[in-house]
């Protein structure tokens, strides 16, 4: 069985080095963005293509869905993402990643779709309206409580990140997208700066009045829970 496994692996790899050996072939799969975009760019190359789409399709929805609101909107954006990229994958110039550059599409696409439709979020608060905060950021007249002796199995239970969605999406746009950027996908202020056409400071902002305010609004469950 071990001989077998080993042929078998040795076999595989004699194939893969046959193709790396073929002039022009490339391996997708392990290509960097910017040869893939370079690669469809210079001769149309589907599979290229078609790996950008895998890599990001998740992400883009995820994005469009946050500013929509919608999961059929978010679709219909993230359809409409990736035909923009057959068109224009050509003005990418390089100057940021190429994530970092289809965010930026992607955001576009989403607020053209919402003013298209001129459609509106009603489920969102309005910091306006919604002022536990000094002018350093602060939160008044809410008590500090410690969530560290919480599992992880009850923060990241299906109630608890029901709780966590719904705050999420309570979040003023501006605010929302930033936190999704920075907390979830993981960018940096830098990006998201670039994404959004923002100040470094206005990003930085927004996430921090993000971040206290869904602590804010998750603060009574997660404390309550504590104590029983």
Do not use: C
């Not at 779709?113 to 009603?122: A, I, N, S, Y």
């Not at 929302?176 to 700066?193: N, Q």
């Not at 009045?209 to 829970?225: M, N, V």
């Amino acid at each position: 069985m071990q001989n077998s496994r080993s042929n078998n692996m040795r076999q595989v790899s004699e194939i893969n080095a046959r193709q790396s050996s073929v002039p022009g072939y490339v391996d997708v799969e392990n290509a960097k963005d910017e040869r893939l975009v370079q690669l469809f760019v210079d001769s149309q190359n589907e599979e290229a293509f078609t790996e950008l789409v895998n890599r990001y399709s998740d992400k883009v929805y995820r994005l469009a869905y946050r500013i929509t609101g919608n999961p059929d909107d978010a679709e219909e954006v993230l359809q409409e993402v990736f035909i923009i990229l057959i068109e224009k994958l050509n003005t990418f110039r390089q100057e940021s990643r190429f994530s970092t550059w289809l965010y930026r599409v992607a955001a576009n696409a989403s607020y053209m779709f919402l003013r298209g439709g001129k459609k509106t979020r009603e489920s969102q608060v309005s910091f306006d309206d919604y002022k536990p905060y000094n002018d350093h950021g602060v939160l008044q007249g809410v008590q500090e409580k410690d969530w560290s002796g919480i599992p992880d199995y009850k923060l990241l239970s299906h109630e608890g990140s029901q709780l966590i969605e719904k705050a999420i999406d309570e979040l003023p746009e501006e605010y929302r997208i930033v936190f999704h950027m920075k907390d979830i996908e993981g960018m940096t202020s830098k990006e998201i700066a670039n994404v959004l056409d923002l100040s470094l400071p206005a990003i930085k902002s927004r996430v921090l009045r993000a971040r206290l305010f869904l602590r804010d609004k998750l603060s009574d469950y997660y404390s309550e829970w504590d104590k029983n």
